[in-house]
């Protein structure tokens, strides 16, 4: 979606008045979510109660930067009265910069659009304990990398348009509902910011609280009539969801590929880049800058695996951490420093890690280690012989593979399942394990090691490859490395 004008909140008006003569007809009823902006005081004191008596809920976008800010905002203890009368939150950003134009301004580094919602969704989540499903942008300015940017931080971008009422247009919703069903649109976001510039105005408010409660009755009749549904924005766009599969899911499928086959990694390059999908390299020694780079370039990420794939908790049992770390990870970090390959992430050779050797990894800068904890079984061991087939499980049922996608950056250790015939690998178990991940909004991790046609052992048949990028296409899961 390109970036709209600011003055975007009003257009609507202008489009609905238009086409005012139209006649709404038998269509289905307009899902309609009120939306309230900016975390005013009032949409407490005066909007929440007179939605109430009509038995709605409505849905408060909130700037984090500004609460308790002064009387005219919200406090934490307001939002989570809030909540506990039903409404939604939603992140309406850290501190209501204009995203796009920080983007402009990053040059693609994403650091600082990337806090402003990260750092709002979080609060939100540890004041109130409940995590925000959508980001609001800030004068509705988005495009796709914002909405990128937000399905990585575990939020769905809200689509525009947002039809803002105020004092300019108080009277003109049934206008609007009549011409967006005619036109046979299926939901509406009906903003507001000030509910009443009397008290504690806002921008373009309705002039005093008896404008705001007309408009409120207004909605109120033509769901009495059957032309709309009044629900909050997550009930509007689940319900379309439905029939219209449109939105994206939110589930995360979290990629990756360990060793040294680098010829096959690069060969998949443009299989990868078909469905816009991005992966780790967990790489073994130093020789292969040249795909390191080329991998990057492609918005893939390198993570360490050890110059020479030694086991990290065994070693540092029988040898100490000082020389584990001198002999399988300094030569391989240096080496990638000094090439300007940027590493962040470790993933164990063997899977598994300890508590002892995961801050290891931390005290020396590292985000994020990928292991699996030696005392849970394997849903899917390595088995070549096929002698212990009973051990085998679904991968879709084994719930310590999956984290919440809201949680994918903050895990700082994450699990994985191996792909290859030697695990018994079944193809179907992982579609549906995908599945899964997108309609609970979970992150799946998985590894493999080279990816090949004929792929045999431990590594990703292309045909897999293909079904597991192209399924979680359809079903719009965010197909991403480690970091
Ligand atoms: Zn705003
Ligand atoms: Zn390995």
């Not at 921008?203 to 909605?219: G, Q, Y």
């Not at 766009?237 to 899911?249: D, E, H, N, Y």
């Not at 030696?374 to 679904?394: F, K, T």
Request: charged share 25%.
């Amino acid at each position: 979606m390109k970036p709209v004008a600011r003055n975007s909140l009003l257009f609507a008006l202008s489009f609905a008045v238009a086409a005012l003569a139209t006649h709404a007809t038998a269509a289905a009823p307009l899902r309609v979510a009120l939306t309230f902006d900016d975390s005013l005081k009032d949409h407490l004191l005066i909007a929440a109660p007179m939605l109430e008596e009509r038995g709605w809920r409505g849905t408060f976008c909130i700037v984090t930067d500004w609460i308790g800010r002064d009387d005219s905002r919200l406090s934490w203890d307001d939002i989570r009265e809030l909540v506990r009368r039903g409404h939604e939150i939603a992140t309406h950003t850290k501190s209501h910069q204009n995203l796009v134009s920080l983007l402009e301004k990053e040059k693609g580094h994403e650091v600082e659009v990337r806090r402003q919602i990260f750092a709002s969704a979080d609060k939100i989540a540890a004041e109130t304990g409940i995590a925000p499903r959508f980001l609001f942008t800030p004068f509705v300015q988005q495009n796709d990398t914002t909405a990128r940017i937000a399905r990585e931080l575990g939020l769905r971008q809200a689509e525009g348009p947002r039809y803002n009422f105020g004092s300019n247009n108080c009277d003109r919703v049934a206008t609007l509902v009549a011409d967006l069903r005619a036109n046979g649109i299926e939901r509406a976001d009906i903003l507001t910011h000030g509910v009443s510039a009397a008290d504690h105005g806002g921008w373009c408010p309705f002039a005093d609280r008896e404008s705001f409660r007309k408009h409120l009755d207004a909605l109120a009749e033509l769901e009495r009539k059957g032309e709309i549904i009044v629900t909050d924005y997550d009930g509007m766009v689940s319900s379309c969801a439905l029939k219209a599969q449109t939105w994206p899911r939110h589930g995360i499928l979290s990629l990756s590929f360990d060793d040294t086959s680098f010829d096959q990694w690069e060969a998949a390059l443009p299989l990868f880049a078909k469905y816009d999908a991005r992966t780790t390299f967990f790489v073994n020694g130093t020789n292969r800058i040249d795909f390191m780079r080329k991998a990057l370039d492609a918005g893939h990420e390198i993570g360490l695996h050890g110059f020479n794939h030694m086991d990290a908790v065994e070693t540092v049992e029988e040898r100490g951490e000082d020389w584990f770390w001198r002999t399988d990870i300094a030569p391989q970090l240096d080496a990638l420093a000094a090439a300007g390959i940027p590493v962040s992430s470790y993933a164990y050779p063997n899977c598994v890690h300890t508590a002892r050797t995961d801050e290891m990894f931390f005290s020396h800068g590292f985000s994020r280690v990928r292991g699996r904890d030696a005392a849970i079984p394997n849903p899917n061991p390595y088995d070549p012989q096929g002698e212990s087939l009973d051990q085998w499980r679904p991968v879709a049922e084994t719930d310590w593979l999956f984290i919440p996608a809201a949680d994918f950056l903050k895990a700082r250790v994450v699990p994985n399942v191996i792909m290859g015939e030697s695990y018994h690998t079944s193809i179907e178990d992982i579609l549906r394990a995908i599945e899964r991940a997108g309609w609970q909004g979970e992150a799946l991790f998985v590894v493999s090691h080279g990816i090949e046609p004929d792929a045999k052992d431990i590594s990703m048949k292309t045909e897999w490859l293909e079904r597991i990028l192209s399924s979680a296409d359809d079903s719009g899961i965010l197909v991403r490395g480690i970091r």
